[in-house]
């Protein structure tokens, strides 16, 4: 089948330009007429033949994906390493190199290695428009560890879990994910790996020899790894002997993909609705006070103690990612200060979540938030979250229902992959009631300095207090696993609340260090 | 003086909420009427009294500024280490938090050290709205250099070039460019070091009593380097013996550049008219052609070369960054797939340059070029460059005259940092006649793969041939040092411009091969 640019404007054609020989009609073939069938080879003629149509088909391809408003992520690993090279390589001479996004799995450097694991994934994450390949993918990794014996049966599941969940993410998101497993036999790797030696030394490297030599031992475990990454997106297997063939395989799999992509945009599912969740913020006792006398008293303590255990934490690298969420005029701004009062500038610091840019939203909506992790002993303190996607873009429709429900199972796994890594995930909700938010915002009219704070739209948005209160507790609900669970603080009293958060990240932080403290 | 935010809407009210004590109008004092004479001291009374202005104005400087359109950067260094975190952590205290991006001098990482020596500052440049504070600053390292003899006088005029060339660059976008040395004599400094370590270990550390061992030995170096250093920007000397007055001080200058940048938007100057250049583009020789049987045998071969040197290059860490211009249909595209087809993906990235993204926008013009620069032993080809600021953005009048003739000093710096790192730098011009752009023009008319690439746009580009060869050659003139030399490619003959510009690739990657080969 050809690929049917004609839809959209572009007909498949000569690729001369492309090499630069005389301008002569080439007689492309399709690839269905080239591949050759079972125990047949391909033979240079036919290869031969079907490269230009090929390569016009992928530049097309390409140009039609930059205006489609999503990407292409390319997973690309297997026991034929150089292989998976020559691949690239094949891909980036036939495609526009311009629009590649070429990632190869290595040693992470130190940026990496003190942010949760997927960070240095999702930092290379493609733009909508283009194609990110990424070598090595995060399974060799994997395999890597467990024939180490470096860990366990619980660690791989884990792991596993992660990257179906990423695939169905990004599948879910828009992004065509393909996932493209290069097999070949051990006698074939042998002889391959001795010519290439000689002939491209650019492709070999120690790594290559033991895989070689672990090659039998490997198979059981990357055949169950290979199930059971697949689940979402599943792994095509190719046998990369035949290398012309394999390229061919490999390209053709990917025109497929968009192809498939082009003509059939996802309809998005019509999701049930949400179960009914426990009326969670009713239970908070909005009527706690606290003296000014007594306020000033505990929040000296409580602040000299966290700047005791910032300290601590900086010293044993623990990493801290805080969420405030809650109402307008809840007070989040004021318990920021007074945590950030106590913490030096150099450990802690506060990202306000705004609108995105534009390069964020050429992304999953969770990039935005992973770019900005913390560092191995950093605080990050985000003032309003990733917690967006699940209300205010599902009360004023940002989010189509389908993508804000399925939210939740994603922002769970963004926050135990942070817990996993062992830094603390600290949410919170500043509760008020309706009348307090009413003398908040007249307080505000009068008082000159925060005029700016006020709007209309403010005043409008306390009709939809309701579907708000609908939306937090879905999300209470939802999101509150052992590790990372919500914190709901009643803040109609502006005090006491910060001294509810202060005390609550205290002994959050304190915990966590003990913990640390016992692992070494 | 009383900062003037009544006239952009806001009037310096009172902080109570900041702190959080009962709604009192407190009774706030002006700086003139606080800050000690000669000889006296800051009383704690007095000092308290400043505070809850001095805050408000602060914070709602920080609001006008976000509205803006330009940022702040505040350099702060000096002796007392522990006065510029004591000093940071204040202003974290004093101002909003969220809109302050902080920046701590110390070991770059392994991703910043495998890339020219600013990459690590640039990549923490405040976008437009935004104050970035940058603790121990640029000079920093370069004292402790000087001191331990690592580098000689050479290489410190060079560093503070490049230092006075940034304040200046910065400045001239717009930015505010606060510098501050907090001074400190020996005594104080000693006294200070031993108070501190009881209270706060949080800010001591081993660098301290190196610094206090030095510090005679390191004054006549410091002064030097301050006065050299703060040719484009001044830097303001303060003494942190009282602690109070210091931080005083410092929130007063930083709110007095505001507001005077605030009143006094700067004036463009009006450029004097630029030197005419040599006609370098009519000295290049359109009319040499390849035969096809030559051009494939001399590409094969060139090709061969080129991979060879890509593996010396990645063995040897050599970097090399290039820079690809031309008329619309010259053939940039063939020229850079001829190169990447030779060189692994994995070692040679292309980047195409289009509209800059919204956060590129927010920053200076050669912020979205800093940031893509390769780490060392990587390629990186640019498809259009840095030099659109002197090409596009001249014509098209994106950018001002003053703008666009201040570029090419601003451009020599920016590659100069590139080569003194070690890579390389390799600027093309593939110089066509219009002829032969009518006919590509047509041509690619007739070929429907390529017809996205043709629109009238593209004609009426035409008319500006004459404006954009002054451009050019106004380019060439002024952007030529010896170690980065643009080359004109005569282009007419699409195969002998290939040639050329591998050949020119081979032979200069080669010289520094050797050249590091020498080194080592």
Chains 1, 2 share one sequence.
């Not at 530049?59 to 690309?76: C, D, T």
């Amino acid at each position: 089948m050809i690929f049917p640019l004609s839809k959209l404007g572009f007909v498949a054609t000569r690729d001369s330009d492309l090499r630069g020989e005389p301008a002569e009609m080439a007689d492309s073939k399709e690839l269905s007429e080239t591949l050759p069938g079972p125990g047949e080879k391909l033979t240079k003629t036919d290869f031969k033949a079907r490269i230009p149509g090929l390569r016009v088909e992928l530049v097309n391809a390409q140009y039609v994906l930059r205006e489609a408003g999503f990407s292409m992520i390319v997973l690309l690993a297997g026991p034929d390493r150089i292989g998976c090279e020559q691949v690239v390589d094949r891909l980036h001479e036939w495609m526009d190199g311009r629009h590649l996004d070429t990632w190869f799995a290595g040693m992470a450097t130190e940026e990496e290695r003190t942010r949760p694991r997927f960070w240095r994934f999702w930092r290379s994450m493609p733009p909508d428009g283009r194609i990110g390949i990424f070598v090595g993918a995060w399974i060799t990794q994997v395999i890597g560890e467990l024939l180490r014996g470096q860990i366990d049966e619980k660690e791989r599941d884990r792991r596993t879990r992660h990257f179906n969940l990423l695939d169905r993410m990004l599948t879910d998101d828009g992004t065509v994910v393909v996932k493209l497993w290069l097999d070949l036999p051990r006698k074939a790797m042998k002889k391959r790996l001795k010519r290439v030696e000689g002939d491209h030394a650019l492709y070999v490297e120690d790594l290559d020899y033991t895989i070689l030599e672990h090659y039998e031992a490997a198979q059981p475990v990357i055949q169950d790894l290979l199930e059971e990454s697949g689940q979402a997106v599943p792994w095509t297997v190719l046998d990369g002997s035949d290398e012309r063939a394999r390229d061919l395989a490999v390209a053709e799999t990917l025109l497929r993909a968009l192809e498939q992509r082009f003509d059939n945009p996802p309809r998005p599912p019509v999701p049930a609705a949400l179960e009914p969740a426990r009326a969670h913020l009713a239970e908070v006792d909005l009527t706690q006070e606290l003296e000014y006398a007594e306020y000033r008293k505990e929040l000296e303590k409580l602040q000299l103690r966290l700047h005791k255990l910032s300290l601590k934490a900086r010293e044993q690298k623990q990493g801290v990612v805080m969420a405030f969420e809650g109402w307008d005029a809840a007070g989040k701004g004021g318990v920021i200060r007074r945590i950030t009062q106590a913490v030096s500038a150099r450990d802690c610091k506060v990202i306000p979540v705004a609108a995105p840019s534009d390069e964020e939203l050429a992304h999953h909506y969770l990039w935005r938030f992973w770019r900005r992790l913390p560092r191995a002993g950093q605080m990050r303190i985000f003032d309003r979250s990733w917690y967006g996607r699940v209300l205010v873009e599902r009360i004023e429709r940002l989010a189509r229902p389908d993508e804000w429900q399925r939210a939740y199972d994603e922002i769970n796994d963004f926050e135990a992959q942070i817990t996993e890594y062992g830094q603390l995930v600290l949410k919170f909700w500043l509760h008020i009631d309706p009348d307090e938010q009413l003398r908040r915002f007249k307080a505000r009219e009068k008082t000159d300095y925060k005029k700016y704070k006020i709007t209309d739209e403010d005043y409008r948005n306390r009709d939809k207090w309701p579907a708000y209160t609908d939306a937090v507790n879905d999300m209470v609900e939802r999101t509150s696993p052992d590790d990372a669970p919500w914190h709901l603080v009643a803040a109609n009293d502006k005090r006491s609340a910060r001294v509810e958060v202060l005390t609550i990240v205290c002994e959050a932080l304190e915990k966590a260090l003990k913990k640390k403290s016992r692992k070494k």
